[in-house]
């Protein structure tokens, strides 16, 4: 099966950045469509952005687009979630997801394969 690992997470101040990687093992991760998700306590998970397979296409939600930057390398195969301009609402444990197939990314349905999770905490 894929294995997942995130990393990168912290505690920062709010405006400072921060780079997310996620290492997939156990797979052909060049086939896999990736997305990053974040949950804060009591809430449920939300979309923060995706990429396909080649890279080709991203998507983000409303929330972190201009700040946040989804890319891939595949000869490595992680992917990184570049986080600038951080706020103290990013603060959640953020996950990485893998998925075989297109579809609606913005869900979290369709992922078959889920990360540990990282915490990123922003303070005011």
């Known amino acids: 099966q894929v294995q997942l690992v995130e990393s990168g997470g912290g505690l920062v101040q709010a405006g400072a950045s921060l780079r997310l990687s996620c290492v997939a093992s156990?797979?052909?991760?060049?086939?896999?469509?990736m997305g990053w998700f974040r949950q804060a306590p009591g809430l449920e998970r939300e979309f923060v952005g995706a990429i396909t397979w080649s890279g080709g296409s991203t998507y983000y939600a409303d929330s972190v687009k201009g700040r946040f930057t989804i890319s891939r390398d595949n000869a490595k195969n992680t992917v990184y979630l570049q986080m600038n301009s951080l706020k103290p609402e990013d603060t959640a444990v953020y996950y990485c997801a893998a998925r075989l197939y297109a579809g609606t990314y913005t869900y979290t349905s369709g992922y078959s394969y889920w990360g540990q999770g990282t915490q990123v905490t922003v303070s005011s």
């Open positions: 156990g797979g052909t991760f060049s086939t896999y469509n």
